[in-house]
């Protein structure tokens, strides 16, 4: 990505009142649900190269390489259309982020700002998608 100044965006995916899915329903159907939305998220994928991997307690963290930032973003809010539409009984909040690599770029740092964006999706209402603000958004021209 780096020699071809290629952006490479990733999603942070939460499932939105998890604790509470948990609480009502057990473990065992909290399990289910997150193999349901791995499930949702994976058939989601547009391209062979995208990744999507499970990324801490309920989240999922989405590897774009390639997808500029508008792109990404139009991809996080279809998600969440797309998990509120799906049987699951749940929607999502997503953050996302992106990044032209550079020597010096640290994966840690993008995952940190699509973090910071979801967290502003979740205190915004949640059901949504934020992207982070503090990383090149695109390629210069």
Known sequence: LQERQRPLSVLLVDVDHFKRYNDQHGHPAGDALLQGLA?????????????VARYG?????????GAPAE?????????????RA??????????SATVVP?????????IECADQALYRAKSSGRDRAE???????????
Request: with cysteine.
């Open 57 to 65: 307690g309920e989240e999922f963290l989405l590897v774009l390489p």
């Open 39 to 51: 499930e949702v998220l994976a058939a989601s994928l547009r391209r062979s190269e995208d990744l």
């Open 86 to 95: 799906s049987p699951l009984g749940v929607t999502v909040s997503i953050g």
């Open 102 to 110: 550079t020597e010096h770029a640290r994966l840690s740092e993008l």
């Open 131 to 141: 992207r982070a603000v503090t990383l090149d958004q695109a390629p210069a021209a």
């Open 71 to 83: 792109l990404a973003f139009e991809f996080a809010e279809s998600l969440c259309q797309t998990v």
